[in-house]
């Protein structure tokens, strides 16, 4: 039985297509995702399937070496419909898959759950979802790691498409920038005969009422010779004014650093607890003001929280806090095991947020692109490792107001 359409698929899929990710190469860090759903539903099949207008592409995929599937033929395109996890206990059983030619197939499709990727707008672009060949059911421990590794998703995929416009911005800004110097000789020089007959022509009208057909000859033909001038500067005014305001720039207010904080530890706990990692949340304490974007930092929180339990070995420790240092800070420590073993944070975010941060590509893309965003909040990173304490990642804010400084 074929899906039917969302009430919004137009704006749906006007949000999918501006993430640009549609047919892109494999990532490490979508391939992790799955690589984890499996394990934690114990299942042989995992998927990050987007829902185009007439397919399903897959972003990433364990257990399958297909690229995409027919819309019509889809389990996701029924799982976009709701707002949480959609759980098929056996396909054989449900009228809608029943007569699915994967489900009749022998070792095809009997189990399937899929949590729709939402972004931060309402849009169901697709779904995280786990299938097996045989009936079963998830327990309320992996529905919730399944909707929080589905979460990460989305959150990775805005992210890249924020870095990308905070990279565009960037270079846009560099070269109003490099013509700054250009149109302050023009306003300066070429443009200053012409601007002082105006305003005496102007001037000589408003007190007169007399107008002086010689000097309006001047006006016209001085201004006539720098029409360019005169465009090329309301050009690089409108710029100016344009630039970051776009429906992909930040949008800053003044946040709560400490309640942000404790989200995202929130939003990253189920996810831990299938690996038996403990996470300490000591985020608490008094209102730390800063000026942020709370939807994309949130991410960025989360992200960096996901890497941590990522690079942690089973049984492990994460301690989370937020204090005041020069500024409002978040502390992140990724602690050693009591048997000496050690986590792997590291070294992923040292070379993937710190030591070329301008340089996204590789396996730890979506720490680039985490440390682009920081950049933009005018947070400072700082990293350490120690053997005995672990890894431990400061990211100190500006305060939201430079008198809280004394309090």
Same mark, same amino acid.
């Given at each position: 039985?074929?899906?039917?359409?969302?009430?919004?698929?137009?704006?749906?899929?006007?949000?999918?297509?501006?993430?640009?990710?549609?047919?892109?190469?494999?990532?490490?860090?979508?391939?992790?995702?799955?690589?984890?759903?499996?394990?934690?539903?114990?299942?042989?099949?995992?998927?990050?399937?987007?829902?185009?207008?007439?397919? %399903?592409?897959?972003?990433?995929?364990?257990?399958?070496?297909?690229?995409?599937?027919?819309?019509?033929?889809?389990f996701c395109g029924h799982a976009?419909?709701?707002?949480?996890?959609?759980?098929?206990?056996?396909?054989?059983?449900?009228?809608?898959?029943?007569?699915?030619?994967?489900?009749?197939?022998?070792?095809?499709?009997?189990f399937y759950a899929g949590?729709?990727?939402?972004?931060?707008? @309402?849009?169901?672009?697709?779904?995280?979802?786990?299938?097996?060949?045989?009936?079963?059911?998830?327990d309320?421990? %992996?529905?919730?790691?399944?909707?929080?590794?589905?979460?990460?998703?989305t959150s990775q995929l805005e992210l890249r498409r924020y870095a990308s416009a905070l990279a565009n911005t960037t270079a846009?800004? %560099?070269?109003?920038?490099?013509?700054?110097?250009?149109?302050? @000789?023009?306003?300066?020089?070429e443009l200053r005969a012409p601007l002082r007959l105006m305003k005496s022509y102007l001037a000589d009208l408003g007190n007169t009422g007399h107008h002086d057909a010689e000097l309006a000859d001047l006006v016209g033909r001085a201004t006539a010779a720098h029409v360019r001038g005169f465009r090329d500067l309301l050009e690089h005014l409108g710029s100016m004014s344009e630039v970051g305001s776009g429906a992909d720039s930040l949008h800053m207010r003044q946040i709560d650093l400490t309640r942000l904080t404790q989200r995202a530890v929130e939003a990253v706990r189920p996810i831990a607890a299938t690996k038996q990692i403990w996470i300490l949340n000591q985020a608490g304490g008094p209102s730390l003001p800063i000026i942020a974007d709370p939807v994309r930092l949130e991410q960025v929180l989360m992200h960096l929280l996901f890497a941590a339990v990522k690079y942690t070995p089973a049984g492990g420790r994460v301690r989370v806090g937020t204090d005041i240092e020069s500024g409002p800070t978040v502390r992140l420590d990724d602690m050693d095991m009591p048997d000496g073993m050690r986590p792997d944070l590291f070294p992923h975010l040292y070379y993937g947020?710190?030591?070329?941060?301008?340089?996204?590509?590789?396996?730890? %893309?979506?720490?680039?692109?985490a440390k682009r965003v920081l950049d933009a909040h005018h947070a400072t990173v700082a990293l350490s490792d120690r053997p005995g304490d672990g890894t431990s990642l400061h990211v100190v804010f500006p305060f939201a107001e430079r008198e809280l400084v004394a309090t």
């Open positions: 039985m074929p899906a039917p359409l969302p009430s919004n698929e137009a704006d749906r899929l006007a949000a999918l297509y501006e993430l640009h990710v549609l047919d892109t190469e494999p990532e490490a860090d979508f391939d992790d995702i799955v690589k984890l759903a499996s394990t934690v539903c114990d299942v042989p099949l995992a998927l990050v399937g987007l829902i185009d207008i007439d397919r %399903q592409w897959f972003k990433a995929s364990i257990g399958t070496d297909l690229t995409e599937t027919p819309r019509d033929l889809s976009i419909l709701g707002k949480d996890v959609l759980v098929v206990p056996d396909a054989s059983a449900d009228p809608r898959f029943a007569d699915h030619p994967a489900v009749g197939s022998q070792r095809g499709i009997r949590a729709p990727l939402i972004t931060s707008d @309402g849009f169901a672009l697709g779904t995280l979802c786990v299938m097996d060949s045989r009936p079963r059911r998830l309320v421990e %992996q529905v919730q790691a399944l909707r929080a590794l589905a979460r990460q998703v846009r800004l %560099q070269e109003l920038e490099r013509r700054k110097d250009e149109l302050a @000789g023009l306003v300066g020089g947020a710190i030591a070329n941060p301008t340089v996204i590509h590789g396996p730890d %893309q979506g720490l680039a692109v």
